[in-house]
């Protein structure tokens, strides 16, 4: 092995140089954020259509930080987010990655499972006597 493949090292998942140039300037990892798979944005959109058919929600939003990724629901544009769905893969181990926040901070559901999460969003059926 060459000095020059000893030097490379994985980091972070990005490979980075040791080795140092006097004219190149030193390279920054590209930082990595944390966002919704395909499964999970379909899970997550099938309930949020059949809330928007009901006449509910109106808009959303999808914000992707280091850390977590949120999709936040609103009655209207204009307003706090209704509800934000969260994806915090630090929480994973314990309480589970996916949680429903609503707009006063409350956490009404929080697990492993993003399907059950989403149940919180179902309507209860009331059953009558007739």
């Not at 969260?86 to 996916?98: C, F, L, S, V």
Request: glycine share 6%.
């Amino acid at each position: 092995m060459s000095e020059a493949e000893e030097s490379l090292s994985m980091r972070g998942g990005s490979v980075q140089s040791t080795y140092s140039s006097p004219s190149a300037a030193p390279s920054k990892p590209v930082p990595v954020s944390i966002s919704f798979n395909r499964r999970e944005l379909n899970q997550i959109l099938r309930v949020y259509g059949r809330m928007v058919a009901d006449g509910e929600w109106r808009d959303y939003a999808m914000d992707f930080h280091k850390d977590k990724a949120i999709f936040s629901i609103f009655r209207r544009t204009s307003e706090m987010p209704l509800y934000r769905i969260e994806k915090d893969p630090k929480n994973a181990r314990r309480q589970g990655a996916y949680s429903v926040v609503a707009a006063g901070g409350m956490i009404l559901k929080r697990g492993h499972d993003l399907d059950k999460v989403l149940r919180v969003f179902e309507k209860k059926r009331h059953l009558s006597l007739v």
